[in-house]
Each structure stands twice: as C-alpha cells, then as structure tokens.
C-alpha cells in the first residue's frame, strides 16, 4: 500500500538554497542591467570634467540618442516570420503554439532586451485551457543557472513585479517569485519573513523549462553581452559634453561682446537718470551717444561671437567612431557629408550591419527551436522525437530590391534547380509567409477553374461529335 504525501505548503532546504542563490544573482546584476537601459533610454548620468561648465548650469543636462539609434536598427532586421519541419510536413501544431501565445509580435519585444541587455529569457508552461504556454521574460525579473559543461540550464527564478500580483491576489507589499527546476515549478509568496508556496507544478519533465535568448555569447561568458558596449558609453558620454559645450557657448558667447569707448555716464541712463540694465544696454539697435567737451564721438565696437563648428566637428569625428562600434551607416547617426552617398555606397556600408544580424539569426534560431521543443514536451508530457527538426523562418535581413530578388528567383526557376510553382521560388522572391499562403490558395484556385474548363470543353466536343438519331444510335426522322 503506497503512503500519500502532501505538498509541501513552503520550500524545502534544496528549494530555499537555489531560491537564495539565484536571488543573490539576480540582485548582483540589477545594477549593470539598470546603467545600460539607462544608456538605452538616454538616461545616464554625463560624468562632467567640472572645468568648463559653470556651476549654474550644472543641471543642464544634453541626451544623444545613438546607444538606442545602434540598437533599433540591428533588432528591424531580426523578424521571425514562422516555424515549421525541415521535412516539409505538415506544421500546424506549431502554428497554433506560435498564434496562441503571439510569438511574433513578442519576439521583436524579446530581442530588443537581449540586445540591450544581452540576455532574455524565454519560458515554457501549462494554461488553463488551450496551447502550452511560451512567456518573454526580462532579465531585470529573471535570472537562470548555467551548466557550462552540459550547456543546459540547472534552475531559473523570477521575481515579479508588484503589478503582476493581482493574478494571486497576492498584496503589493509582498513579493512573489517563480522557482523553476528540471521535475517542478513552485510558485511562492514572501510574506513575514518567511516564503509560502501558492501553487506548484510537478512536470516531471526532467528538463529546466526555460530556454535564454543571449546576445554576443563566448565559450567563457554563455550569459551574453550588450550591445552598448563599454566604447559605445564611452563616446556617447563624450559627445554629450560637446553637446553641452555649445549650450555654455550659446549661454556665454553666442551674442558677440560690444564696447564702448569715450562714452560719458550718460550713456547708460534713461531719461529719469536711472542706470540701464546690462541687458537693455546691449539690446539697444541704435545707440545715441553724445560727444564728450573734446567734440570726439566714442568708439563703438564689438568681439566676434563663437563659432560652433569647431564643436560640431568634434561630434562628427564621434559619429563617424561610434558608427563603426554599432555597425551603422554614419547617415544613420546625423552625419552627412557634402557629397551625398550613392544607393550602392549606402548597401554597402549596410554589410557589416546585415552580417551582424545574419549572426544574431543563427544564434537566436537555436534558442527558439528549444523553446517551441519545450513547449511541446509540455504539452504532450514526453520528449519531442530529436530527429524532426523545427525551423524558424526569418526575413531577409539585408535591403535588396524587388527586382533583384525576383529576377533572381526566375533565373534558379529557368535553370531547373528549383520548380517554378514550389513555395521556396516565391520565399526566394521576396514574399512573406502568409504571401505565400495566399500564392498558393490563388494557385490551387487557378488550377481548378482550368481543371473545370477543360472537362466542359472536353464535354461539349462530345455532344458536337453524337449522331444526328441521339445518343443511343437509333435512326432519325430524315428522308429516306
């Protein structure tokens, strides 16, 4: 006779030790993850020199936008389109996983924070009703224990935020948190000091459920790392003082400096005899000085005002250092040259960008295929069979034009290496997944209106071609 066990209603000793652990972690790199959002949103804290700026304008404060410009432009070229089997089978499964949980639209949201942040992590579970469920989870609220030697994931807590509370009516003072292991997930709730399970889920997979999106991964660092780098920071901070070098220039010495010599006290006065101010002194248009008792009539000069452009130079000379550290075009960062850039200098300074995404591709590839795995092993509560690989199809990263493409598609099409009606010559051509849905249902309607347009051809030639009597061959009324 098998003994019941109760759940246990708070963590276990091996439970509380990763729950510790990881929250150390996740503490650990709250800050880092914070300072690049900061860079990200434009945001930071521009380190003064304290020598050029005068202490009333130390709470002016200049934002240049290119860690998010850098950013944006290599996640517009990262758009998953579809998954389906490298047999070609049938992938509707897939499809309802992908439309269940807005995959697509999500994962633009997923990688711009693996971009910024260098990781993201993507999480499998079970819903009320319906499809397995897959979640984008930020790194601020989630943090994973890495097996480098396997290369899989030992454990992964989330901590969520006070607005995701209502969900368990648990209260904003509270903390909730996500604990997930290879055989279970425990959902608990710190309350007085001391953690109690809410909800726990003994999958019993045998696998840590959540899968991470990392960015610029190395043998040594599997976490990932961001794209605002070190010398992104770097430059950013330091044209933002330019930036703010002209704004004391445009404070101190954007109006050129007039003077005045041999003028009398009389000069400065208004009519009551009350000395003018300095700034209705300097906005006077016409300045009516009288001659002093020598009959000479004053000097009236001024200083030549600040030119900006040796400023502006400086933060062209960064823009032109920082494109290179993001992989962009310079236009893309405001500099412009006075002869503009031809379309074929523009694709090609586009190369390194478009490579740099091609690569994010193949990485990020593998993390969705595992998580689309997870989500069916949940779902069916057995592994997926290893030899039916899932592929992610993704939109060309580069900008080639449609007549290219196309021609391009015609050219394989004519040779024979491709078949011209398949579905590969019309992703060749540049046609998004549900383009080629449509392609093909236009097809199929196409070839059967002509299906049926020839069988009622072929139908009329054989009541043209019967005999005059009918169709059962018997003699007519005609004339003997």
Same mark, same amino acid.
């Given at each position: 006779?098998?003994? $019941?066990?109760?759940?246990?209603?708070?963590?276990?000793d091996?439970e509380?030790q990763?729950?510790?652990?990881?929250r150390?972690?996740?503490?650990?790199?709250r800050?880092?993850?914070?300072?690049?959002?900061s860079?990200?949103?434009?945001?930071?804290?521009v380190?003064?020199?304290?020598?050029?700026?005068? /202490? #009333?304008l130390?709470?002016?404060?200049?934002?240049?936008?290119w860690?998010?410009?850098g950013?944006?432009?290599?996640?517009?070229?990262?758009?998953?389109?579809?998954?389906?089997?490298?047999d070609?089978?049938?992938?509707?499964e897939?499809?309802?996983?992908?439309?269940a949980n807005d995959l697509f639209d999500e994962?633009s949201?997923?990688?711009?924070?693996a971009?910024?942040?260098?990781?993201e992590?993507l999480a499998?579970?079970?819903?009320?009703?319906g499809?397995?469920?897959?979640?984008f989870?930020? $790194?601020l609220?989630?943090v994973?224990?890495?097996d480098a030697?396997?290369?899989v994931?030992?454990s992964?807590?989330?901590?969520?935020r006070p607005d995701?509370y209502?969900?368990y009516g648990?209260?904003?003072?509270d903390?909730?948190i996500?604990?997930y292991?290879?055989?279970?997930t425990?959902?608990?709730v710190?309350s007085?000091?001391k953690w109690?399970?809410?909800?726990?889920d003994d999958?019993?997979?045998?696998?840590?459920p959540?899968?991470?999106?990392?960015n610029r991964q190395?043998?040594?660092d599997r976490?990932?790392?961001?794209e605002?780098? /070190?010398?992104?920071?770097?430059v950013?901070?330091?044209?933002?003082? *330019?930036?703010m070098?002209?704004?004391?220039?445009?404070?101190?010495?954007g109006?050129?400096?007039?003077y005045?010599?041999?003028?009398?006290?009389s000069?400065f006065?208004d009519a009551?005899g009350?000395?003018?101010?300095a700034?209705e002194t300097?906005?006077g248009?016409?300045?009516?000085l009288?001659r002093d008792?020598?009959?000479?009539v004053p000097?009236?000069?001024?200083?030549? @005002?600040?030119? $900006?452009?040796?400023?502006?130079?400086?933060?062209?000379?960064?823009a032109?250092i920082?494109?290179s550290?993001?992989?962009v075009?310079?236009h893309?960062?405001?500099?412009?040259?006075?002869?503009?850039?031809? @379309?074929?200098a523009?694709?090609?300074?586009?190369g390194?960008l478009?490579?740099? @995404?091609?690569?994010?591709?193949?990485?990020?590839?593998?993390?969705y295929?595992?998580?689309?795995r997870?989500?069916l092993w949940v779902?069916d509560?057995?592994? $997926?069979?290893r030899?039916?690989?899932?592929e992610?199809?993704w *939109?060309n990263?580069?900008t080639?034009?449609?007549a290219?493409?196309t021609?391009?598609?015609?050219k394989l099409?004519q040779?024979?290496?491709?078949?011209?009606d398949?579905d590969?010559?019309?992703?060749?051509?540049?046609?998004?997944?549900d #383009?080629?849905?449509?392609?093909?249902?236009?097809? *199929?309607?196409?070839?059967?209106?002509a299906a049926?347009?020839?069988?009622?051809e072929?139908l009329?030639?054989?009541?043209s071609?019967?005999?005059a009597?009918?169709?059962?061959?018997?003699?007519g009324?005609?004339p003997?």
């Amino acid at each position: 006779m098998t003994t $019941p066990t109760l759940p246990l209603l708070g963590l276990s000793d091996e439970e509380m030790q990763w729950v510790t652990l990881l929250r150390t972690d996740l503490l650990g790199q709250r800050f880092k993850l914070d300072l690049l959002d900061s860079y990200f949103n434009g945001e930071q804290i521009v380190r003064d020199l304290g020598i050029s700026i005068p /202490p #009333q304008l130390k709470g002016l404060h200049t934002v240049i936008g290119w860690p998010r410009i850098g950013v944006e432009a290599l996640e517009q070229r990262l758009d998953l389109e579809a998954f389906r089997w490298s047999d070609g089978s049938d992938a509707t499964e897939l499809e309802e996983i992908a439309e269940a949980n807005d995959l697509f639209d999500e994962a633009s949201l997923g990688h711009l924070d693996a971009l910024t942040y260098g990781h993201e992590y993507l999480a499998a579970g079970t819903r009320d009703d319906g499809p397995p469920l897959i979640s984008f989870e930020s $790194p601020l609220d989630m943090v994973m224990r890495w097996d480098a030697r396997l290369r899989v994931g030992r454990s992964a807590l989330r901590e969520c935020r006070p607005d995701q509370y209502e969900y368990y009516g648990v209260p904003p003072e509270d903390r909730l948190i996500a604990l997930y292991l290879p055989n279970g997930t425990v959902h608990a709730v710190e309350s007085d000091g001391k953690w109690e399970v809410i909800d726990r889920d003994d999958h019993r997979l045998g696998v840590l459920p959540v899968a991470r999106l990392a960015n610029r991964q190395r043998t040594a660092d599997r976490r990932g790392r961001s794209e605002i780098t /070190p010398e992104v920071m770097s430059v950013t901070d330091a044209a933002c003082r *330019r930036l703010m070098g002209i704004e004391v220039q445009a404070e101190f010495f954007g109006a050129p400096a007039r003077y005045i010599l041999g003028a009398s006290e009389s000069a400065f006065q208004d009519a009551d005899g009350n000395a003018k101010s300095a700034w209705e002194t300097y906005i006077g248009r016409v300045l009516a000085l009288e001659r002093d008792e020598d009959g000479n009539v004053p000097t009236v000069g001024q200083f030549a @005002a600040a030119d $900006p452009s040796g400023q502006t130079k400086i933060i062209d000379l960064y823009a032109r250092i920082m494109s290179s550290q993001l992989s962009v075009p310079p236009h893309m960062l405001g500099y412009t040259s006075d002869n503009p850039a031809s @379309a074929d200098a523009i694709r090609s300074a586009e190369g390194a960008l478009v490579k740099k @995404a091609e690569r994010r591709i193949r990485r990020f590839s593998a993390t969705y295929r595992e998580a689309m795995r997870l989500a069916l092993w949940v779902r069916d509560g057995r592994e $997926p069979p290893r030899e039916r690989r899932i592929e992610c199809v993704w *939109r060309n990263p580069a900008t080639p034009t449609i007549a290219a493409q196309t021609d391009a598609a015609v050219k394989l099409a004519q040779a024979g290496i491709l078949a011209p009606d398949g579905d590969v010559v019309l992703e060749l051509a540049g046609l998004t997944e549900d #383009q080629r849905r449509r392609a093909g249902a236009e097809r *199929r309607r196409a070839g059967a209106r002509a299906a049926a347009g020839q069988l009622m051809e072929r139908l009329a030639q054989l009541g043209s071609s019967e005999p005059a009597g009918g169709a059962d061959g018997a003699p007519g009324d005609g004339p003997e």
